[in-house]
């Protein structure tokens, strides 16, 4: 009973350890994707602003420094804006909020670009990871909406680009513990953050892969948890993630099952240390009683053996053949797709052979029949038995009629080819009929009525010049 209630123990604390592991990583997921979400929000509105800027009358009245404050004034200032700009039709930056940036320049071969030319209602547009060439290399995501007359005729694109550091600074405020991980990825597999944080990775496609793959299914839901192996470090991890409404990214906070489990740990090791010094004590108090009851035992296990084994030929005796019988047929009849055969096995003339040879190599003959036959049943669970004088039994669970066929000629067919001499049989050498029945409970009303179709058609197979096998 101690050692149930320490198990129970045990296994609601590990139970407990894992739900709020898994509520804690959800919440912060969930402070993650509101906190994205907003910001997205925000930037997307800041692209509405710049495309309703750029298309206002106003704006060809004013100056260039008048118009660059008007365009770019209210988010000049933003962190992780790296530049916002307009393309006109044909992809060419019209204005930017980079003072002597390049105008003219063609984009208009860019995803952000083409994606919001072709298609009229995309809305917001996020691209891959770009390594931008500005003053210092930058990794950032483009993100660009469409801007079109009033009659809906594409004019161009607004965009800005989005420095990944965002993502970085924003995961950094969020404590994950030991071994812990905070990555968005695309549900296309590309990375767009991961922390701990490695340049290498960003921007790379890790569709292929197989830690990847086997998690791509799951993660087209909102959010959900798994358990996975870290193809880089080997450490197990329980996840949970989050999409980004609105967006093909997912976040995802992975924590160590070893940090998870740690405490839960820590009393395991003092239950099991307590469990194993009261194992120690109560062995030392009953090892008199425990050396005796083995004796009582392996004392009963011996007569039980003896009273169902075959001396002689060491498979299962009448008695074990009858229950394991019963056994099958009542498992048989309590399923509708149950199956099972009785070969009945006879050694051809074998009271001629003990005339001739003697009736200790008619033993001897017996023990050799047996060993063959019982090492060609096809399953450990199928039972061989020796029914009485040179009778045989096997029972093959599971086998229907032609399989039982089978399993009857690799029989026949490994006796006769033992080649064990005998006179005064037509063949020269020690041969069995065998007589093969399948259970059908409609033809047969119960175990005995299907013994005695098997010795039927044994009696058949002896009747038709032995070392032959018939099915009734």
């Known amino acids: 009973m101690m050692f149930g209630l320490c198990s129970w123990v045990l296994y609601k604390s590990h139970d407990e350890a894992r739900h709020y592991a898994l509520e804690t990583s959800q919440n912060l997921t969930l402070i993650a994707q509101r906190d994205i979400a907003r910001n997205l929000e925000i930037l997307s509105l800041s692209l509405d602003t710049l495309a309703d800027r750029y298309q206002h009358s106003l704006l060809r009245q004013l100056s260039r420094d008048q118009r660059h404050s008007f365009l770019f004034g209210s988010t000049l200032g933003a962190q992780h804006i790296v530049v916002m700009a307009v393309l006109d039709a044909q992809g060419k930056v019209v204005v930017s909020s980079r003072q002597g940036a390049q105008l003219g320049k063609d984009y208009g071969d860019r995803a952000y670009f083409t994606v919001q030319r072709?298609?009229?209602?995309?809305?917001?547009?996020?691209?891959?990871p770009i390594n931008a060439k500005l003053d210092t290399d930058l990794q950032v995501l483009v993100l660009s909406k469409r801007m079109s007359s009033a009659d809906g005729t594409f004019t161009g694109v607004v965009?800005?680009?989005?420095?990944?550091?965002?993502?970085?600074?924003?995961?950094?405020?969020?404590?994950?513990?030991?071994?812990g991980v905070m990555s968005l990825y695309s549900r296309d597999g590309v990375v767009y953050m991961r922390l701990p944080f490695a340049e290498s990775v960003i921007g790379r496609d890790i569709s292929k892969s197989s830690g990847f793959q086997q998690i791509a299914p799951l993660i087209q839901q909102d959010s959900g948890s798994f358990f996975l192996r870290g193809v880089n470090d080997?450490?197990?991890?329980?996840?949970?993630?989050?999409?980004?409404p609105g967006t093909e990214l997912v976040l995802f906070v992975g924590r160590s099952e070893q940090d998870i489990y740690r405490h839960w740990t820590e009393i395991l090791y003092t239950i099991v240390s307590l469990m194993v010094l009261f194992s120690l004590v109560c062995l030392l108090l009953f090892r008199v009683l425990k050396k005796e009851l083995r004796k009582r035992f392996e004392a009963e296990q011996k007569l039980h053996q003896l009273t169902r084994i075959d001396g002689l030929t060491g498979l299962l005796n009448r008695r074990a053949l009858d229950d394991a019988l019963r056994s099958i047929w009542s498992s048989c009849n309590r399923s509708s797709q149950g199956v099972f055969s009785i070969l009945?096995?006879?050694?051809d003339h074998f009271k001629l052979y003990n005339d001739t040879y003697g009736h200790q190599k008619g033993d001897d003959a017996l023990t050799a029949v047996a060993?063959?036959?019982?090492?060609?049943?096809?399953?450990?669970?199928?039972?061989?038995?020796?029914?009485?004088g040179e009778e045989f039994i096997a029972v093959l669970g599971e086998t229907d009629a032609p399989g039982a066929l089978q399993v009857a000629e690799k029989i026949r067919r490994a006796i006769a080819e033992m080649a064990l001499p005998h006179a005064s049989s037509a063949h020269g050498i020690v041969t069995v009929s065998i007589g093969v029945a399948t259970y059908n409970r409609q033809r047969y009303g119960d175990i005995d009525a299907l013994l005695k179709a098997a010795d039927a058609a044994l009696y058949q197979a002896k009747g038709g010049g032995r070392n032959t096998i018939r099915q009734a």
Do not use: Q, W
């Open 118 to 128: 072709d298609t009229f209602d995309h809305g917001l547009y996020i691209s891959k």
């Open 159 to 179: 965009l800005m680009a989005l420095d990944l550091n965002y993502f970085r600074d924003l995961f950094s405020g969020l404590a994950l513990g030991s071994e």
């Open 234 to 244: 080997g450490i197990r991890r329980l996840y949970a993630f989050r999409e980004i």
């Open 344 to 347: 009945f096995i006879d050694v």
């Open 371 to 388: 060993t063959c036959f019982a090492g060609e049943l096809p399953r450990n669970s199928d039972v061989a038995a020796r029914y009485g």
